[in-house]
């Protein structure tokens, strides 16, 4: 034991050195690998098939590649599928060897209300307990369908952020290939600086004379965590930058291509407002039903004091056109439970109801339709980001690292692009 104490501690730079490097080298040879393997995660299948974009997808790919420079091994490396989720997503690089994944969401292929497949929605579910023809349902149909020049935009922007060259030669110097690469890379190269700073400390004030090993431990333990977090804010700050860059660039081929712009981040924050309603309206339900178990709820009763209420309510009438025969609780109360500023205690639940429970009310997305942690298609990779969106962090982390988190949500993107139109507008007036 004392051979290895002595050999680590002769040895300690280089070994801090060959581990950094190593790690690096890993994450490098497995970036392929990742990237397919990310595509395979997200792609929409059907019946065990991978479900290709229909017509309408390939004919706007086709008028947006139009204006980009595009090589023949660059229009190879391209590959268009459809994710399963409601975001668009890139992985790879149009500039350098393998593919160069784009995806756009699954109900892109829909020019309108009356292409999309009932059956193939999941309606009356747990999640979503509303049925097509149903307000809701039929809200949710028209948000499914996107404007044809937000779908252009969402393409020129997702191609811009892959790499490509605009025909004036404008293009981002930063792939999503550069990124994840860069989110690994800052992860280890924190901790190494972070082993730097201690190894510095540790020499010149003599710590392992003047202090014990728990108050060393606990030291070196607070240098890491700011080196990480240190890193952490410097890649959400460049993040940020390039999803403000690609939105500018592809608002810049063409005054559609603004306009498209503006319309698929109003349509974004529509689509995110619904589904947080929608998300909050279910996690109401299952408080709800789990309460009434505890307190040994009678179905039979309750839809009989329901229809008693109906009536007593609408007077009395028949059936006819009633869609929802079901009690759901309102946004308003399942709102009022998860958004709350004060923090009171549910006396049903248990659970307090302030601002620390936001972020289990939904992980990735605000009330106001805004993301939390991430831009829009910018969600992808592997790191801290990526772990809040999906929700693993325990709330009181999320609740703190929020404090210094400023993603380009959309709707600074919508205002960025306001201002761009505004600007143009007024040298036009001026001219």
């Excluded at 290895?4 to 497995?30: D, E, M, N, P």
């Excluded at 490396?77 to 668009?88: E, G, H, P, R, Y």
């Excluded at 890379?185 to 730097?196: C, E, K, L, P, V």
């Amino acid at each position: 034991m004392n051979k290895c104490s002595t050999l680590l501690r002769r040895h300690s730079q280089k070994f801090a050195f060959v581990f950094a490097s190593t790690g690096f080298s890993i994450a490098y040879l497995l970036q392929p690998y990742y990237e397919v393997f990310a595509r395979w995660a997200l792609v929409k299948t059907e019946n065990a098939q991978e479900e290709h974009p229909s017509k309408r997808v390939p004919v706007v790919a086709a008028e947006v590649r139009q204006h980009f420079k595009l090589n023949e091994r660059q229009d190879a490396q391209l590959d268009l599928f459809l994710t399963a989720i409601d975001q668009s997503t890139v992985v790879g690089s149009l500039n350098g060897k393998g593919y160069a994944f784009l995806g756009l969401p699954y109900f892109s292929i829909f020019s309108n209300t009356l292409e999309i497949p009932v059956d193939s929605v999941e309606f009356n579910s747990a999640y979503f307990p509303h049925g097509p023809y149903s307000r809701l349902g039929q809200q949710r149909l028209e948000l499914m369908v996107i404007p044809e020049s937000a779908l252009r935009f969402l393409i020129a922007r997702e191609l811009v952020r892959l790499g490509a060259k605009t025909s004036s030669g404008t293009h981002l110097y930063a792939s999503p290939r550069t990124k994840c690469l860069a989110t690994i890379g800052g992860m280890i190269g924190g901790s190494y600086t972070a082993y730097q700073f201690a190894y510095a400390v540790n020499r010149i004030y003599r710590l392992r004379e003047r202090t014990l090993l728990p108050s060393r431990l606990l030291l070196y333990a607070f240098i890491s965590l700011v080196a990480l977090f240190s890193q952490y804010q410097v890649l959400l700050a460049w993040r940020r930058h390039s999803c403000f860059a690609a939105d500018r660039i592809a608002a810049s081929l063409d005054e559609s291509y603004l306009h498209g712009g503006l319309a698929y981040y109003e349509w974004r924050l529509r689509w995110n407002r619904f589904w947080y309603e929608r998300f909050a309206e279910f996690q109401m339900n299952q408080k709800e039903i789990a309460r009434k178990k505890q307190a040994g709820f009678d179905p039979v009763l309750e839809y009989q004091q329901e229809e008693a209420k109906v009536k007593t309510t609408n007077g009395p009438s028949s059936k006819a056109g009633r869609i929802d025969e079901y009690y759901l609780p309102t946004y308003a109360a399942a709102a009022e439970e998860m958004e709350g500023d004060n923090h009171k205690t549910n006396a049903s639940t248990g659970q307090k109801t302030g601002r620390e429970s936001s972020y289990s009310a939904h992980p990735r997305l605000r009330a106001s339709g805004v993301e939390r942690w991430a831009g829009d298609g910018d969600g992808l990779a592997f790191g801290l980001t990526e772990s809040l969106t999906v929700g693993v962090v325990p709330s009181p982390l999320a609740w703190l690292l929020g404090l210094f988190s400023s993603p380009a949500d959309s709707l600074l993107r919508l205002e960025r692009l306001k201002a761009i139109a505004a600007r143009a507008q007024t040298e036009r007036n001026t001219v």
